[in-house]
């Protein structure tokens, strides 16, 4: 049966200078990488919420427009009544009209992020649902 002696007074416990140098440098490596990692997620998650956003807003185009009485295009729209970042960019690739009874004509339009991410969309008459 062994027994281990308790430790002298005269040796030293601990980590060496040397030692603890060595483990901060590595928990400072990992926490750097796990930070681009985190930073990049949010800009993915803030881009995504962005697009959904601006997406959200052409939907609810219809409604507006029946609810108003009001008939306009979505160029008419994206100055009045569509709140679009300024960095971000929406093109209707067609005339898409959206007349006072809540029916739009349909056509394709493009939303540009600042990041260079294009989505193309087609909204389907006659209610305009973004696909």
Known sequence: MRVLAPISP??????????V?????????LLTLVA?????MF???NTSITERDI????????AHAHAYRQ???????????????NDWQVTPIDQIIFAESGICSGGDIEIHS???RTWSYKLTAP???VR
Request: charged share 20%; glycine share 6%; aromatic share 8%.
């Open 10 to 19: 005269d040796k030293e416990a601990g980590f060496s200078l040397f030692e």
């Open 21 to 29: 140098t060595i483990a901060l440098f590595l928990a400072a490596l």
């Open 36 to 40: 681009q990692s985190g930073v990049r």
């Open 43 to 45: 800009d993915r998650w």
């Open 55 to 62: 997406r959200n807003q052409i939907s609810a185009l219809p």
């Open 71 to 85: 008939t306009f295009t979505l160029t008419d729209a994206l100055t009045e009544k569509i709140s679009v970042p």
């Open 114 to 116: 600042p990041k260079g």
């Open 127 to 129: 209610h305009c649902i």
